[in-house]
Nanobody
């Protein structure tokens, strides 16, 4: 049974930092690309970042230079370090596993397992 369990969200002031964690189980984590998406109220779920099995990372332009995705294969955990947070970063953040193949990293339809989400609220 596949499980993705996020933690680390909360309320933070603008300019602050938060680190999200996602503990994975039920599949071979080390060979999977892992991603983070987010969904703000009234908006569609959007791509934030992905880390491939080889460690290559991709980010949406709006978080480039502020967010860092990383993974620890020994712990089956993926992280999202978020710095210089802005009110526009307020959203529910979801951890997800990408399906195999060369599908577009920014397309949520190419991801087959999702966590329950963790709320991040950035106050101005």
């Amino acid at each position: 049974q596949v499980q993705l369990v996020e933690s680390g969200g909360g309320l933070v002031q603008a300019g602050g930092s938060v680190r999200l964690s996602c503990a994975a189980s039920g599949f071979t984590f080390s060979t999977s690309a892992m991603g983070w998406f987010r969904q703000a109220p009234g908006k569609e779920r959007e791509f934030v970042a992905v880390i491939r099995r080889d460690g290559i990372r991709y980010y949406v332009d709006s978080v480039q230079g502020r967010f860092t995705i990383s993974r620890d294969n020994a712990k089956n955990t993926v992280y999202l370090q978020m710095n210089s947070l802005e009110p526009e970063d307020t959203a529910v953040y979801y951890c997800t596993r990408k399906m195999g193949g060369s599908g577009d990293y920014q397309d949520l339809n190419n991801y087959n397992y999702w966590g329950q989400g963790t709320q991040v609220t950035v106050s101005s």
